[in-house]
C-alpha cells in the first residue's frame, strides 16, 4: 500500500459521471447510469455524480444521499420538525412527528415528476478544504484524510485542477485485498 | 434624557453582540416600544415586611412603574412595570439539593439584574442552578411584554412577549412569543414562536408547537410595531382598573378578606368576588365576580372573571380564566388562556393539569374530565382529544408518542409525578395548606407588607434615571 499514489487508485474524472450547473436532478440520474454502464474496472459502482461549471471546473458533487434528501417533502413546519434533534429528540421520534405531520397534510402529488425538474445545484454539497487530496499523495495518507473526515470520496487534484476521484470503495478493495495477501503470506511461512 | 437614551443604545449593545451568532438584532423589535417619556411617568415601588429580607441596590437605572420585593440589585438598566419578587430566594444556612449532592447556600441569595431591559416582565422564584446558587443573575437581556423569567437565569438573551422561561439556566437564546421553555440549562437556540418544551435529560422531553397562523390572533409581534392579538386587547381592555389602584395611596377593596388569606394592594378586585381562606392573591391580578376557594391562587398578571375555583387551584403567573368552573386541585399553567362564554362554560375536572401556554378558547361549552393532562390549542370538544390524555394514561408511556403537533419521548410517569410534585411545592409555598399554626406560606407571609415608592429626576440630561438607592433595614 506504501508504493501507491492516489493517481494509482482514483478514477479519473473523464470516466466519473459529470453534469454541468445548469442539469435538472434528473439529468444527473441518466449521466450517473450512463457512467455506470461505461465504467467496468471496478465491482464497485459510481455513486455521486460531480457538477462542473463551464470552465469545467468541479463546483460540487451530488451523493445519492442528497438525490433523495431532493424527493423528501418539504415545507417550513417539516424544516422545523427536522431540527428537532437539537432540542434532545431522538431520531425515532423526529421521524414519529414527522409521519404524523404528512399524515395530516394534504398528498403531494407527483412527488419524482416534480423532483426531476429541480435544479441540481440545490441539492449538491460544495467540497470543503479537506475534501481534496494531491494525486501523488501515498495512499495511506490519503485513507487517513478519509477516515478522519468521515468521506465516502477525495477529490484528486493536479494543481489547481481536480483530475479524480479517489473513492472509499475503491481503497478499501485495495486495503482488503493487501490484508488477505499478507496474512496468505505469513501461514505460507508457518507451513513451511 | 439623554444619559437614558444612552443606556438603551448600551442594554442593545450588549444584547446584541450576544445574539450575533444567532444573527438576531434585538433593536428593530423594542426600538420605540415604551417611548423614553413613558420611562419618565410612573414611580417604583417596594415591599417591606418583617418576613422577607430587605437589601435593595439600585444605579443607573430606570425602574419606572416597577415593583421590587427582597434581595435584588438592579445596575445599568430599565425596568418598566416589572415585578421582581424576591420572596422565594434561598436563604443562608439552607441546603440545596442537586441529584446526589446537597450543597449548603453561603448567603441570601440576591436577584441582579445587570444590562438589561425588562418591560412588563415577572421576575420570581430562586436560581435552580446549582453553579450559581446564591447569586440569580440575569445580564445583558431584553423581555418584552408580560414575559416571566421564573427561577432562571439569563445571559445574554431575547424574550418575547408572553414568553415563560422557567427553571432553565439560558445562554445566548432567542424566545419567541408564547413559547414556554423548562429544559435545565440551554445555549445557542432560537426557539420558534409558540413552542412549548419541557426536558429532563435522560428521562423525558415534551414538545409541543402551536399552529403559527392560528397563534397570530392570538399573539403576534413583528418588529416595528407593539405586540397585537386577543392577548393585549385583553391586558389592555383592562389597563383602566390598574391605574386606579396605582393612583390611590389607601384602597379599599370590595370583598371580605379572611385571616389566613392574602389579597395584594396592588391587585384588582371587582365586586362579587370572594376570598377563602388560605387564597393567594398577588399584585397586578385581577379578579371579577369570581369565587376562590380554600387555598386556591391568582399569581402576577392572573385575570380571573365570572368563574370559580373551588379550593386549591394553582394558578400560575399570567393565566387568565374566564366563565370557568374549575373542581379542586386543577393546575393552570403560565399564562395559560382559558375562556368560555357566558352560555358556553368551560368546566375542568378535578386534578387536571393544564400544561403552560395552553389556549382553550370555547364558544360550546366544554367539559374536561378529572384527571386529564392538557395541553396546545382548545376550540371544541373533537380539539380535546388530540390535546389531552388521562394522566393515568401518560404515566404508562415509556417510549414516545406523537398526537398532532405534540412530541413526548421518555418517562410520562416521571413527567407526570415531577408536575404533580412541583404543584403540591407550589401550594405549599403559597400556603394553602395552612392550619392555623402550621404550613404558613406566601398566603399568610405577605398579609402585612408596606410600600414605599421612589422616583427619579423629574428633568434635565438625567431626567427618567433613579439616583443610586441603597434600601437596607
Known sequence: MKNYCVKDMMVPISEYATVPEDATLFDSVLALEKAQEKYKQSRYSHRAVLILDKNKRVVGRLSQMDFLHALEPRDANLDQIRKFKQFGFSRKAVSLQQEEYLKSSPPILDVYSKAAKLKVTDFMQRPTEGEFVDENTSVDNALHQLTSGSNLSLLATRGTHIVGVLRLADVFSAVFNAMKESESQRSEGAQR | ?473
Not at chain 2, 415591599?47 to 443607573?60: Q, R, T
Not at chain 2, 440551554?186 to 397563534?215: A, C
Not at chain 2, 403576534?220 to 397585537?228: D, E, V
Not at chain 2, 400560575?316 to 352560555?343: M, Q, W, Y
Request: with cysteine; proline share 6%.
Open chain 2, 1 to 473: 434624557m439623554r444619559e437614558l437614551e444612552k443606556l438603551y443604545d448600551r442594554i442593545i449593545q450588549r444584547v446584541n453582540i450576544n445574539l450575533r451568532e444567532r444573527d438576531f438584532d434585538v433593536n428593530p423589535f423594542v426600538y420605540n416600544l415604551i417611548p423614553t417619556p413613558q420611562m419618565t411617568k410612573f414611580y417604583a415601588f417596594y415591599g417591606i415586611s418583617p418576613n422577607h429580607p430587605l437589601n435593595l441596590v439600585f444605579k443607573h437605572t430606570n425602574l419606572s412603574g416597577s415593583y421590587f420585593l427582597g434581595k435584588v440589585r438592579v445596575t445599568n438598566s430599565l425596568l418598566y412595570k416589572s415585578d421582581i419578587r424576591g420572596d422565594e430566594l434561598k436563604k443562608y444556612g439552607d441546603l440545596f439539593q442537586y441529584q446526589e449532592f446537597n450543597i449548603p447556600v453561603d448567603q441570601d441569595e440576591e436577584i441582579t439584574i445587570d444590562d438589561c431591559f425588562l418591560i412588563k416582565t415577572l421576575v420570581h422564584n430562586f436560581s435552580h442552578d446549582p453553579e450559581t446558587l446564591e447569586t440569580f443573575f440575569i445580564r445583558d437581556t431584553v423581555s418584552t411584554h408580560y414575559a416571566n423569567i421564573h427561577g432562571s437565569p439569563l445571559d445574554g438573551c431575547y424574550l418575547g412577549p408572553f414568553s415563560t422561561v422557567d427553571l432553565t439556566t439560558m445562554r445566548d437564546c432567542v424566545i419567541g412569543a408564547y413559547s414556554y421553555v423548562q429544559a435545565g440549562e440551554i445555549s445557542h437556540l432560537s426557539i420558534e414562536p409558540g413552542t412549548v418544551w419541557v426536558r429532563k435529560p435522560d428521562d423525558f422531553n415534551f414538545m409541543y408547537r402551536h399552529p403559527i397562523s392560528q397563534l397570530s390572533s392570538y399573539i403576534y409581534f413583528a418588529s416595528g410595531s407593539p405586540p397585537q392579538g386577543v392577548f393585549m386587547d385583553f391586558v389592555e381592555d383592562r389597563k383602566e382598573a390598574f391605574q386606579r389602584v396605582f393612583n390611590v395611596v389607601n384602597i379599599e377593596h370590595p370583598v371580605t378578606v379572611p385571616p389566613s388569606a392574602s389579597l395584594d394592594r396592588f391587585a384588582v378586585i371587582k365586586p362579587k368576588t370572594h376570598i377563602g381562606d388560605n387564597v393567594l392573591v398577588a399584585q397586578r391580578a385581577f379578579l371579577q365576580n369570581s369565587w376562590l376557594g380554600r387555598g386556591a391562587n391568582a399569581q402576577e398578571n392572573c385575570y380571573i372573571i365570572n368563574s370559580k375555583l373551588k379550593g386549591n387551584n394553582v394558578t400560575a403567573h399570567g393565566a387568565k380564566i374566564i366563565e370557568a368552573d374549575l373542581a379542586t386541585n386543577v393546575f393552570v399553567g403560565f399564562n395559560s388562556f382559558l375562556r368560555g362564554r357566558p352560555n358556553a362554560r368551560l368546566s375542568i375536572g378535578q386534578d387536571c393539569i393544564i400544561m403552560p401556554h395552553t389556549i382553550i378558547d370555547t364558544r360550546n361549552p366544554l367539559a374536561i374530565p378529572p384527571g386529564h393532562l392538557v395541553w396546545g390549542l382548545i376550540h371544541e370538544a373533537n380539539d380535546l382529544e388530540m390535546n389531552s390524555m388521562p394522566l393515568k394514561q401518560f404515566s404508562k408511556i415509556d417510549t414516545r408518542i406523537c398526537r398532532g403537533s405534540m412530541l413526548f419521548e421518555g418517562s410520562g410517569g416521571s413527567f407526570v409525578s415531577l408536575f404533580q410534585e412541583r404543584i403540591h411545592h407550589i401550594l405549599e409555598a403559597n400556603g394553602a395548606f395552612y392550619d392555623g399554626n402550621l404550613n404558613r406560606g406566601h398566603a399568610q407571609r405577605n398579609q402585612n407588607i408596606s410600600f414605599n415608592t421612589i422616583q427619579p429626576y423629574p428633568m434635565g440630561d438625567k431626567e427618567g434615571l433613579y439616583p443610586t438607592i441603597i434600601i437596607q433595614p
